[in-house]
């Protein structure tokens, strides 16, 4: 995720190692080393998979990428996201400072991390049409839009 750009792109590299610097000692180890590892095992296939890493491992890419971007004089007009994106876009409109978007994303994803195990579907219909087919186990976890919404079980 970002290798190429990591080993090539300065501003890039330089954003990746700020934000990871910044939260080492939340994560207790370098982030560096789940998103660019070197071999792709299934220990770190897992790793990369535990929402404690991968919320900030998005959240440091897609900011390192809008970094990229803007140095290249390409400036948003308006910014937007969904879910992590939510984050880098606040960050980005001044809502909050870097530090304390790293930190609130890093400790949600701890929290996130925490929640007992269960799965996701996306699914392309109205809630309505949904609603009748749930069970005991599962629940209408989002509505998107009049035609998407996630179904949830719980685990």
């Given at each position: 995720?970002?290798?190429?750009?990591?080993?090539?792109?300065?501003?890039?590299?330089?954003?990746?190692d700020y934000c990871a610097e910044e939260i080492k000692e939340l994560?207790?180890?370098?982030?560096?080393?789940?998103?660019?590892?070197?071999?792709?095992?299934?220990?770190?296939?897992?790793?990369?998979?535990?929402?404690?890493?991968?919320?900030?491992?998005?959240?440091?890419?897609?900011?390192?990428?809008?970094?990229?971007?803007?140095?290249?004089?390409?400036?948003?007009?308006?910014?937007?996201?969904?879910?992590?994106?939510?984050?880098?876009?606040?960050?980005?409109?001044?809502?909050?400072?870097?530090?304390?978007?790293?930190?609130?994303?890093?400790?949600?994803?701890?929290?996130?991390?925490?929640?007992?195990?269960g799965s996701m579907l996306s699914i392309r219909t109205a809630a309505?049409?949904?609603?009748?087919?749930?069970?005991?186990?599962?629940?209408?976890?989002?509505i998107n839009s009049d035609n998407l919404c996630v179904v949830s079980?719980?685990?």
């Amino acid at each position: 995720m970002g290798k190429a750009l990591y080993e090539n792109e300065g501003v890039f590299r330089r954003a990746v190692d700020y934000c990871a610097e910044e939260i080492k000692e939340l994560l207790h180890l370098d982030i560096r080393d789940i998103i660019f590892q070197g071999l792709t095992t299934p220990e770190a296939e897992e790793k990369l998979k535990d929402t404690q890493y991968t919320q900030p491992a998005l959240f440091i890419i897609e900011y390192a990428l809008a970094q990229l971007r803007q140095s290249w004089s390409i400036k948003p007009t308006f910014v937007c996201g969904h879910s992590i994106g939510e984050f880098v876009a606040a960050h980005l409109a001044g809502v909050f400072s870097l530090q304390d978007a790293l930190r609130l994303i890093t400790l949600r994803g701890k929290l996130v991390s925490d929640l007992p195990g269960g799965s996701m579907l996306s699914i392309r219909t109205a809630a309505e049409e949904i609603m009748p087919l749930l069970t005991d186990d599962l629940s209408m976890a989002a509505i998107n839009s009049d035609n998407l919404c996630v179904v949830s079980d719980s685990g």
